[in-house]
């Protein structure tokens, strides 16, 4: 007997419309609404459903999957799914669909106010306050007539070269398929030209997965490539970025500075020599998450779309296996 269980954290008038999304097919709702505006939402299967779980909306422990012995589709409330694609996670067979294209407002608004503040030196005046210090600290920059160059210009890339072009900037988007043209980006190329592109960048932004290719492909030399005043600033995957080799570009003024929402290794440790450097802004990763209505609104649509076409044996939206 198909039985969806469903993990998202909705009010009652949400759950009426998976109610009536599902039909005559039996669904268990297991969220908890009072977490809906947490920066994370949390999923679990209580045991005694597990066995019987063909479906479930939620990012859920992987060692609870294994025990879902019926499923046969999962939704996450994440854009990744790495974790679930692992071998041995997930009987072969078994559907996976996530929430891409949720994100992107979040993220790529992010990415937007890190570029603003650094150039507009706003994390140094808030050093400078602490320290009740009333002093200007010189030349300032602007998007109008720069060069902002987007690694990955998918939903969050996509949507930050829009911010981007619309403030007077020059977006150009660096993507596997160079031939697909995306809006907000004038200019598409391939990665095998980035060594060429970085030069002309005062912007780097990136938004990449996380993949063998991608593993620091902004590394020394590659930084080396850059203007002495260029920025760097990622929302993406951490491991993107040779966080070492980064704080030793920043230390020795080789670019201007850094923004980063997440690092390799993340959580960075106290140690690491990038908490040092002024021109560097951290956060730690709280670009997407659920904590924009927004976000939580279009994570809500994707899987209430998804079980319309679960139950009626349709295509699903962003399925990822």
């Not at 720069?146 to 930050?160: E, K, P, S």
């Amino acid at each position: 007997m198909t039985c969806i269980v469903n993990c998202l954290p909705l009010n009652e008038e949400e759950r009426q419309r998976f109610i009536l999304a599902a039909g005559d097919v039996r669904q268990e709702f297991v969220g908890d609404g009072s977490s809906s505006e947490g920066m994370i939402w949390k999923a679990s299967i209580p045991e005694n459903l597990r066995e019987s779980a063909s479906a479930i909306i939620g990012n859920v422990p992987v060692e609870q999957i294994r025990d879902c012995t019926s499923l046969e589709w999962l939704q996450t409330f994440s854009a990744g799914v790495d974790a679930y694609l692992k071998e041995g996670v997930l009987a072969p067979g078994v559907k996976v669909s996530s929430a891409s294209g949720a994100y992107g407002l979040a993220v790529s608004e992010h990415l937007f106010a890190m570029m603003m503040a650094l150039m507009k030196n706003l994390p140094s005046y808030r050093d400078l306050q602490r320290e009740h210090q009333w002093s200007p600290l010189g030349r300032v920059q602007s998007p109008d007539g720069a060069t902002v160059l987007v690694l990955g210009t998918g939903d969050i890339g996509a949507h930050f070269a829009r911010l981007c072009k619309a403030c007077g900037a020059h977006t150009v988007g660096v993507r596997r398929d160079a031939g697909k043209q995306v809006e907000g980006i004038d200019e598409m190329h391939a990665f095998e030209e980035l060594d060429t592109l970085l030069g002309a960048a005062d912007v780097i932004a990136l938004a990449l997965p996380s993949t063998p290719e991608t593993r620091h492909i902004i590394d020394e030399s590659r930084l080396r490539l850059m203007k002495s005043d260029a920025m760097v600033i990622n929302a993406g995957r951490g491991d993107a970025i040779d966080c070492d080799a980064l704080a030793a570009a920043l230390h020795e003024q080789r670019i201007s500075s850094a923004g980063l929402d997440v690092t390799d290794p993340e959580p960075l440790p106290a140690e690491h020599p990038l908490w040092n450097e002024s021109r560097c802004l951290i956060t730690p990763h709280v670009a997407g998450g659920t904590h924009l209505k927004q976000t939580a609104d279009r994570i809500i649509d994707i899987a209430l779309e998804n079980v319309r076409r679960y139950v009626r044996g349709e295509d699903l939206l962003n399925r990822m296996r």
